[in-house]
């Protein structure tokens, strides 16, 4: 089922992709828009979710970077953070509830960073339906406007 403009403006959805390097990336909307392949099955969404929350954590994960900017939006880092010790970087969004607003921020880079490579093809295949067009391993900020 596919997530409407309504759900969207009205809820914080975690969504996924990956970059240009192969890196995996997590982001937690805020109210914003998604982009049009994540909105397109709320199904495919939920097995992302379930799957990347039931990693282990990484040997690294004690040495996860939290970004100095992390609270920039006024929530906790710890979701971000969660998802960093397995590997993915996290963004946030930089102004909550501003539904059509794309801007988004580091809160958690990973000390090692899951590779699309590493994932089962299932999960490979579902993440590959979004692409970001460069890589965030040296971004503190990102524009998720154009993003498919």
């Known amino acids: ?24 990336v997590h982001v937690a909307s805020g109210g914003g828009v998604l982009p049009e392949s994540v909105a397109a099955s709320e199904e ?13 954590e990484t040997t690294a994960a004690a040495q996860v970077q939290v970004e ?9 880092a710890e979701g971000a953070v969660r998802y960093a010790r397995r590997g993915l970087f996290s963004f946030d969004k930089t102004r909550l509830n501003k539904h059509r607003d794309t801007q988004y921020h580091l809160v958690a880079r990973p000390a090692q960073p899951l590779m699309l490579a590493e994932l089962p093809g299932r999960v490979a295949t579902l993440l590959l339906r979004t692409q970001m067009p460069l890589s965030v391993a040296d971004l503190t900020g990102l524009d998720v406007a154009g993003i498919g």
Do not use: C, K
Request: avoid cysteine; aromatic fraction near 8%; charge should be negative.
């Open 1 to 24: 089922m596919r997530i409407d403009g309504l759900e969207q403006q009205d809820s914080d959805i975690d969504w996924f992709a990956v970059d240009n390097d192969g890196h995996v």
């Open 68 to 76: 100095p900017n992390a609270v920039q939006s006024g929530r906790s």
């Open 44 to 56: 495919d969404l939920l097995q992302l979710h379930q799957y990347f929350l039931t990693l282990p």
